[in-house]
């Protein structure tokens, strides 16, 4: 099946500096990606929905400043998370759909610990 | 609008056990229901799906049930094993064409004892 690949899976920073996690479909062209952030304890949150070729566009509530989302190809989507603090420290997800009928694929997130 | 309600955890059975984690939601429209289940350190992976009413999705044994009088999509498992120790997420997505955001539960943790 479709799969997501997302990298890195684990990430250290010192605060102030940026971090890119990047997610890229392996077997299919994703013209749309899904990002979302977890926090401990509850669900996912969508934080924004990258399309290839075009601006991002985020949810209510979300920095576009501070998450920089890029699509530049069909098969690569990368999220920046910038001047990075210790309240972003959390665990960061991409997903692809799979089609119009089918679910999402998700990558194997990313947790980020800002120290 | 779109909402997803989840039984809160953690649920804790013994190997063996018979498993039921509720899901109800509600939608305008007719939505696809969805669950997904996140193993430690792990992204979420899909598990099972019903795209209409009256569908039943399975997986691993794994069961749901897409039951529009009700709005629930319970999920449940006859005999569950240690290894089914994860994170399950209910979701829903509308079927109303494009790619549609994707509405999940908080999510509901089961742990399941030797």
């Known amino acids: 099946g479709a799969v997501v690949s997302q990298h890195p899976s684990r990430v250290i920073c010192k605060s102030g500096t940026s971090v890119k996690i990047e997610c890229r479909s392996l077997?299919?062209?994703?013209?749309?990606m899904f990002w979302y952030r977890q926090f401990p304890k509850k669900s996912l949150m969508l934080m924004a929905t990258s399309n290839e070729g075009s601006k991002a566009t985020y949810e209510q509530g979300v920095e576009k400043d501070k998450f920089l989302i890029n699509h530049a190809s069909l098969t690569l989507s990368t999220l920046t998370v910038t001047s990075a603090h210790p309240e972003d420290s959390s665990f960061y997800i991409c997903?692809?759909?799979?089609?119009?009928?089918?679910?999402?694929?998700f990558g194997s997130g990313t947790r980020l610990t800002v120290v | 609008g779109n909402s997803v309600t989840q039984m809160e955890g953690p649920v804790t059975l013994s190997e063996e056990a018979f498993l039921t984690i509720n899901c109800t939601y509600t939608a305008t429209g007719y939505p696809s229901l969805f669950w997904y289940v996140q193993y430690p350190g792990e992204g979420l992976q899909l598990l099972l799906k019903?795209?209409?009413?009256?569908d039943k999705g399975s997986n691993k044994g794994f069961e749901a049930t897409y039951r529009k009088e009700t709005t629930s999509f319970h999920l449940e498992k006859g005999s569950v094993q240690v290894s089914d120790s994860a994170v399950y997420f209910c979701a829903l997505r509308m079927n109303s064409g494009g790619y549609q955001k994707v509405t999940f539960g908080t999510g509901t943790k089961l742990q399941v004892i030797p």
């Open positions: 997903s692809a759909p799979e089609g119009q009928a089918g679910g999402y694929t």
């Open positions: 019903a795209t209409k009413a009256d």
């Open positions: 077997d299919f062209q994703a013209t749309t």
